[in-house]
């Protein structure tokens, strides 16, 4: 019962839907950061996409953000070549969650860890933070952030694979691009390349949440529900 409102609760009909979700979707974005920051304080290996980004931010000289900023607009262009939808959420993420990263190292509020289980710890908290908040925004339907949303394409195109398994074959490459850049990569790596999809699973199902069930609203769309009134 509570799994049909949380999907009923994801419509888009109208502006006060729209500015809920996007509420939703924007404080989700920030606290996704903040779980990207852990695997990072960790100190045992930088979670994959952020190889990614560590390793192009090496390579070319850039902050992290920037690199953060500018593989979410490639991906993003992907995304569109899968026929998704691009959403306001989606925009969102491409900026906030790298600068969220960025805020949360700034003002490095967690103290860095001195043991592998205190590390494997502050890396499994912040894989269960990013799991329920991927769920969050990805719930609002105004379209999810650009790797998520590549992650669902890729699932929507090969059904039989179950997405948890499609999330560790995008995170392994990742990992690997980004270590070729210079990325780090450590044992955090592979527990982040093995764990986060699962975690992303556990988080979906304690609240019976399918994303691929989810029609993400269009920007184009959400325009439409603000120029014309509706019901």
């Not at 979707?25 to 990614?52: C, E, H, Q, R």
């Not at 931010?57 to 920037?66: A, H, P, Q």
């Not at 988080?203 to 269009?218: E, I, L, M, N, P």
Request: aromatic share 12%.
């Amino acid at each position: 019962m509570a799994h049909l409102n949380f999907q009923k609760l994801s419509q888009n009909k109208t502006r006060i839907d729209i500015l809920t979700n996007f509420l939703m979707a924007s404080v989700a974005l920030f606290f996704n950061g903040f779980g990207l920051y852990l695997t990072m304080k960790a100190g045992i290996g930088a979670a994959p996409w952020d190889v990614f980004n560590l390793g192009i931010s090496k390579t070319f000289g850039i902050l992290y953000g920037t690199a953060s900023i500018t593989v979410a607009f490639i991906i993003l262009i992907i995304d569109v070549l899968l026929k998704e939808p691009i959403g306001l959420a989606m925009i969102i993420d491409s900026i906030v969650v790298g600068k969220a990263v960025d805020f949360f190292n700034y003002i490095d509020f967690v103290p860095s860890t001195d043991n592998i289980p205190a590390s494997i710890l502050t890396l499994v908290a912040g894989l269960f933070v990013m799991g329920y908040t991927q769920l969050f925004y990805m719930r609002a339907s105004l379209g999810c952030g650009p790797r998520d949303t590549l992650l669902v394409g890729l699932s929507k195109k090969i059904r039989k694979i179950p997405i948890g398994v499609v999330a560790i074959g995008l995170l392994s490459t990742a990992t690997l691009t980004g270590y070729l850049l210079g990325g780090p990569v450590g044992l955090g790596t592979i527990l982040c390349a093995v764990f986060q999809g699962p975690i992303m699973q556990f988080a979906f199902k304690t609240f019976s949440f399918d994303a691929t069930t989810v029609k993400h609203q269009s920007i184009s769309e959400s325009i439409k529900v603000f120029a014309h009134r509706t019901a």
